[in-house]
Structure formats: structure tokens, C-alpha cells
């Protein structure tokens, strides 16, 4: 799941939670609201670990301390 489904299902939910005061008999749309945010928090969460996790792999430094070799063979 990426940044912006999460912010969506925290949007969402957050509309169903606050916003929304339908009432049916088998389905309390609060907690329906509830768990997409918990699951957009999460969801958000787990992405940010996953691309800074991603950024640290991706940088390199090469370090040439012999003088005789340019830098990239």
C-alpha cells in the first residue's frame, strides 16, 4: 500500500467516523470508519519505513585512495 492509499482510507474513514450519522442494523459505520483509519495509519506507517529502509540502499560512496586510477573504473 502507498502514501496515497493510506491518506485516502484515513480520509475516508475519518469522513465515516465524524461525518457520516447513517444507522443500519447490521453495520455501525463508526467503527467501519475506525478500522480504515487504523488500516491507512498503519498502511502509512509501513510505507515510510519501507522507502527510507529503500533510500539507505540506494546511496553509495566510492572512495579511490590510490592515485593512480580515476574515479569509476
Given at each position: ?10 480520509a475516508?474513514?475519518a ?11 447490521h ?12 488500516a ?32 569509476g573504473?
Amino acid at each position: 500500500m502507498g502514501i496515497g492509499t493510506s491518506i485516502v482510507l484515513i480520509a475516508v474513514g475519518a469522513i465515516l467516523r465524524f461525518a457520516v450519522t447513517l444507522h443500519t442494523a447490521h453495520v455501525n459505520w463508526h467503527i467501519v470508519g475506525d478500522i480504515l483509519m487504523i488500516a491507512g495509519a498503519i498502511g502509512l506507517v509501513l510505507s515510510l519505513i519501507w522507502m527510507a529502509m529503500a533510500s539507505r540502499r540506494d546511496s553509495s560512496t566510492v572512495v579511490d585512495r590510490r592515485g593512480d586510477r580515476t574515479a569509476g573504473y
